[in-house]
């Protein structure tokens, strides 16, 4: 089992960059897929981001691909996800996940407490 702690959230302005943090404990981290996923108010959960065990191959979602990038370092067991030209609709309460390369969060078993992202227009 991996435990996951999200950091780094917080306001930022429409245009604007943040990047946000995912510290896992446990020795199966660096067996794991990473992912992020965001869940606004009255929404379901979406997939954000996903990166292999390795780190060679990624995913996003289509609203975010160009802006964002996933990113681990499974040296520090944590994963980084980096997010460029922000917009309004990425506010989000921001969840990181570990499992499997997929975009769907059943297929995810451990789970972070999430962190608040808002971007103000």
């Known amino acids: 089992q991996v435990q996951l702690v999200e950091s780094g959230g917080g306001l930022v302005q429409a245009g604007g960059s943040l990047r946000i943090s995912c510290a896992a404990s446990?020795?199966?981290?660096?067996?794991?897929?990473m992912g992020w996923f965001r869940q606004a108010p009255g929404k379901e959960r979406e997939f954000v981001a996903v990166?292999?065990?390795?780190?060679?191959?990624?995913s996003y979602a289509d609203s975010v691909q160009g802006r964002f990038t996933i990113s681990r370092d499974n040296a520090k067991n944590m994963v980084y996800l980096q997010m460029n030209r922000m917009k309004p609709e990425d506010t989000a309460v921001y969840y990181c996940a570990a499992g499997v390369l997929s975009s769907q969060p059943n297929d995810f078993g451990s789970w972070g407490q999430g962190t608040q992202v808002t971007v103000s227009s």
């Open positions: 990166i292999s065990w390795g780190g060679a191959r990624r």
């Open positions: 446990g020795r199966a981290f660096s067996t794991k897929a």
